[in-house]
Nanobody, 125 residues
Framework: QVQLVESGGGLVQAGGSLRLSCAAS????????IAWFRQAPGKEREFVAAIKWGGENPYYYADSVKGRFTITRDRAKNTVYLQMNTMRAEDTTVYYCAASPNVADPMRRFNYANWGQGTQVTVSS
């Protein structure tokens, strides 16, 4: 069974940075895609960024975070990171890690079968 554990959330001032981690366990992930989504109260869960475990240039970003957020992977640690820079108040919400094999469209949340418990990010203005 795949387990995803997020960490790194917290409180940061506008313009500051945070790094989220998603530690994956339970299998090998050579054909998997791991993504970050976020969900504010009363809103649908929205795509943030995704990375394919194998291959080159495997990155995907929502327009709202391009140029500010960077997703990376550490294959040795089975961990995916989301580096968030130049943060804004509207980035405040709960962030979730998601993973599935052979994902055709990394930006669609319904393509992911495995989810973490979420980590709260709060940006103060």
């Amino acid at each position: 069974q795949v387990q995803l554990v997020e960490s790194g959330g917290g409180l940061v001032q506008a313009g500051g940075s945070l790094r989220l981690s998603c530690a994956a366990s339970g299998r090998t992930f050579s054909t998997w895609t791991i993504a970050w989504f976020r969900q504010a109260p009363g809103k649908e869960r929205e795509f943030v960024a995704a990375i394919k475990w194998g291959g080159e240039n495997p990155y995907y970003y929502a327009d709202s975070v391009k140029g500010r957020f960077t997703i990376t992977r550490d294959r040795a640690k089975n961990t995916v990171y989301l580096q968030m820079n130049t943060m804004r108040a509207e980035d405040t919400t709960v962030y979730y890690c998601a993973a599935s094999p052979n994902v055709a469209d990394p930006m669609r949340r319904f393509n992911y079968a495995n989810w973490g418990q979420g980590t709260q990010v709060t940006v103060s203005s």
